[in-house]
């Protein structure tokens, strides 16, 4: 294994990029193949090299530790290939060196675990030879997939215990940038807030970053201090969960179980576990069976709850895993009707939001503020 460092920090996601075929992703899991094209030619796992280039650093607990441990996974799966990586791949022209470099050095395969755009894309389409996938992207292409998970569910069912164990009915999100993961966390989490309390709202508190503790921290106070006792967010550490145990406050987070880090605010966790869809990947790249897809993992098969915090009673947790087992079997909590954040009619009466929706939701509805303009 090779490691090469980038101190940058995580840039802006390219939002703007081409959307690509269109997702038509069933709850169950994996979308559909990109293109009808012809698999890539067999690797022997002993000439194998796979890369993967990571948004931000390994050791972060967060997003980029869960992906790595997808490639550690790799590794235990194939133990005769290689693997490489570089940690916080900067938004910039030097990803596209990073991932030039990859393929100079014999990469079949490279993940961007974060949505690099055009510096990713320039590179693939001169590489035709290498299979590339781009977390959270939104342009599909003959050797570039895409995937994500569908973690509005998760957020879904955490909001419901949020909603039953806040007593003011405010909750707070910490939010990184003004994005459809961050639109689609808030609102799914006020819904199911409002399913169990009607009257609950969020309020969001953008800091345009996804790895900054001291923000954080701040944003998390500003948040308590106006009132929320319940603090959601999508940051890549735990530095809101901290303020949540100090202040007397709960709290939900991301990626992985940090519980340790405030035992009593802690509620449960957006988890994330790409581990078994990394080495299917591989392993069909290896065999000659692959071809570009767009994956969306789904609840309980790539991203869940956490298991519940300490302080979550019994009934919370119980009336919470039954809207769990409702989606589980089908069930969407996306219905309309669904107002955005003026008040104006985004989703019909007996309309339910499809999964593309929902991948690309970039409006706030009634009763989350801080993100629209």
């Known amino acids: 294994m090779t490691l090469i460092r980038e101190l ?59 992906h790595d441990q997808g490639r550690l996974a790799v590794e235990k799966a194939f133990p005769k290939l290689k693997t490489s990586f570089v940690e916080s791949v900067p938004y910039s022209a030097d990803a596209s060196r990073i991932y030039r470099q990859f393929v100079a050095d014999g990469a079949n395969m490279v993940f961007a675990n974060s949505n690099y755009g055009d510096f990713l894309y320039d ?31 998760p957020s879904y069912v955490t909001g419901v215990a949020a909603g039953l164990m806040s007593k003011t009915g405010k909750l707070g999100y910490v939010a990184s940038f003004p994005v459809p993961s961050v639109y689609s966390g808030t609102n799914a989490f006020l819904m199911g807030a409002r ?36 603090l959601f967010g999508i940051m890549d550490e735990a530095a809101y969960l901290q303020v949540a145990e100090q202040r007397g406050a709960k709290a939900v987070m991301w990626n992985t179980d940090i519980r340790r880090y405030g035992p009593s605010a802690y509620i449960s966790s957006i988890m994330v576990d790409f581990g078994p869809w990394y080495v299917e990947q591989v392993r069909r790249r290896l065999a000659g069976e692959w071809t570009p897809s767009e994956d969306i993992l789904p609840m309980a098969k790539g991203v ?11 009934e919370v947790a119980a009336q919470a895993d039954a809207a769990r087992e409702k989606i589980l079997s089908g069930w969407s909590p996306f219905t309309g009707e669904i107002k955005d954040s003026n008040g104006a009619i985004k989703v019909a009466a ?24």
């Open 8 to 66: 940058s920090r995580r840039g802006f996601l390219n939002m703007g990029a081409a959307a690509g075929l269109g997702l038509m992703l069933p709850k169950t899991g994996l979308i559909r193949p990109a293109f009808a094209a012809a698999p890539l030619p067999p690797v022997a796992e002993e000439a194998a090299m796979i890369a993967w280039g990571y948004v931000g650093p390994t050791a972060d607990e967060g997003w980029t530790w869960a």
């Open 123 to 153: 590179v693939a389409k001169r590489a035709p030879e290498v299979a590339f996938y781009e977390c959270d992207g939104r342009l599909a292409m003959e050797n570039l997939g895409t995937y994500y998970v569908q973690h509005w569910y």
């Open 195 to 230: 399913s169990v309390n009607p009257a609950a709202t969020v309020q969001a508190i953008v800091i345009n970053s996804w790895f900054d503790p001291q923000a954080a921290a701040q944003a998390g106070t500003a948040l308590l201090d106006n009132g929320c006792d319940v």
């Open 304 to 314: 869940d709850r956490d298991a519940w915090g300490e302080s979550v009673p019994p």
């Open 350 to 373: 007996g309309q339910t939001m499809t999964e593309r929706e929902l991948y690309e939701w970039n409006w706030s509805i009634e009763g989350v503020s801080g993100l629209d303009a």
